[in-house]
């Protein structure tokens, strides 16, 4: 059922890199993550995907609650496209999620408030030829992390909107 398909899904996103035992090749996880996230996309929102408005208010109940919707695939998707080009449900939706419709209301009454937070601190990390870890060894030397190009920017409009504090570096 969904539960099965949820849980495959969050194993889809993680086996490679935690699971060496499981010997599977980088194309077959990449496989299993476009064919599960592009289903579950269809089961839960392909029916009215044509009538979705641009910003998405989730509130997912269950097993829903642990389903990363960001990473649903929103078409059929090919193995020689990068990750950075599949068709994330995030790329065409704005996505809020909450545990209840009360809890959602709510937030959005504190938000115009939020200007002049002291307690946001918002950090812009650069991460000079650091790879991940632990990750196993058969991983170890195909990934880093790569820039993220616009968190210094990022950093500052927040820091401009909300206030708080920033680190940079």
């Not at 099965?4 to 993550?33: C, G, H, R, V």
Request: include cysteine; charge should be negative; charged fraction near 20%.
């Amino acid at each position: 059922g969904m539960e099965d398909e949820i849980q495959a899904f969050q194993a889809s996103l993680t086996d490679y890199f935690l699971q060496p035992q499981l010997q599977i090749s980088l194309t077959e996880w990449k496989e299993n993550y476009i064919r599960l996230g592009h289903r579950l996309y269809q089961h839960i929102l392909g029916g009215c995907a044509s009538d979705l408005p641009e910003r998405l208010i989730m509130l997912p109940d269950g097993a829903l609650n642990l389903l990363p919707f960001e990473a649903l695939l929103t078409e059929p998707s090919h193995l020689d496209m990068y990750f950075a080009h599949l068709p994330y449900l995030l790329k065409k939706h704005s996505l809020s999620i909450a545990p209840s419709a009360q809890w959602w209301q709510e937030s959005q009454e504190l938000a115009p408030n939020y200007h002049g937070w002291p307690d946001l601190f918002s950090v812009a990390p650069t991460y000079p030829n650091l790879r991940p870890f632990p990750l196993p060894n058969h991983v170890q030397d195909s990934f880093a992390f790569p820039p993220l190009p616009f968190a210094e920017e990022e950093v500052d409009q927040l820091h401009l909107l909300i206030g708080g504090k920033k680190l940079k570096g």
